[in-house]
């Protein structure tokens, strides 16, 4: 089942308050330096409940997003050399994106895996210094999808999973919510030191430098 998608809006989502000076450097751990140079994609379906109304509902995403990337400041920054991030609140890309000539049921119900990239922000073996990326996909029968793509080297599953559900968290409103959401821990580069090598990552591959 071919897939087709036309981008409507693109825009940088950057933190919704400024990264402090001190935490601009987030030195890579050993660990997520030998990890795959490669994105980790989710997809996260939504049927169209009757009053989907898609401006509202990408203004509470992107709202949201901004409030997380606070607290996840690494995700909206840039990685260099395979040693650090630099969190200078770059910003992550969303877009959102017209699926045409699809119902959202026709793509759960007879996915073809290789189509399904379309509906994320990279291609997961895709390798770039932006460490997250969002893509909006709003199917003609009104139902959605979110997509996310997550650098191998800035989080793990694990971390993944924490990072969505705060997001979820966080566009639930009300201040309330707020407890539910969990501060992350970005030490583990004090545990697991990051080194220098003699070679360069190339896509998952590597060679001498």
């Not at 969190?87 to 007879?110: M, Y």
């Amino acid at each position: 089942m071919k897939i087709e998608v036309e981008v409507i809006t693109k825009e940088t989502i950057k933190p919704s308050s400024p990264t402090p000076h001190h935490l601009h450097h987030h030195q890579l751990p050993f660990l997520d330096q030998l990890a795959p140079h490669v994105y980790a994609p989710f997809l996260y379906f939504y049927e169209f409940n009757g009053s989907t109304n898609v401006t509202q509902i990408s203004k509470l995403l992107k709202t949201s997003l901004s409030k997380v990337l606070t607290q996840y400041y690494p995700f909206a920054g840039r990685v260099r050399n395979n040693l650090f991030v630099h969190c200078k609140d770059q910003g992550i890309p969303f877009s959102e994106v017209k699926v045409k000539t699809h119902l959202l049921s026709d793509v759960i119900t007879n996915p073809c895996l290789s189509e399904l990239h379309k509906l994320l922000p990279f291609k997961p073996d895709e390798v770039t210094e932006t460490a997250l990326g969002v893509q909006l996909n709003v199917f003609e029968c009104g139902g959605i999808a979110v997509g996310l793509c997550i650098s191998h080297r800035i989080a793990d599953a694990r971390s993944c999973f924490t990072f969505v559900n705060n997001w979820a968290a966080a566009s639930n409103c009300g201040q309330g919510n707020k407890n539910s959401i969990v501060g992350p821990d970005f030490s583990a580069a004090s545990i697991f030191p990051p080194k220098k090598y003699g070679w360069v990552f190339r896509g998952s591959h590597h060679q001498q430098a």
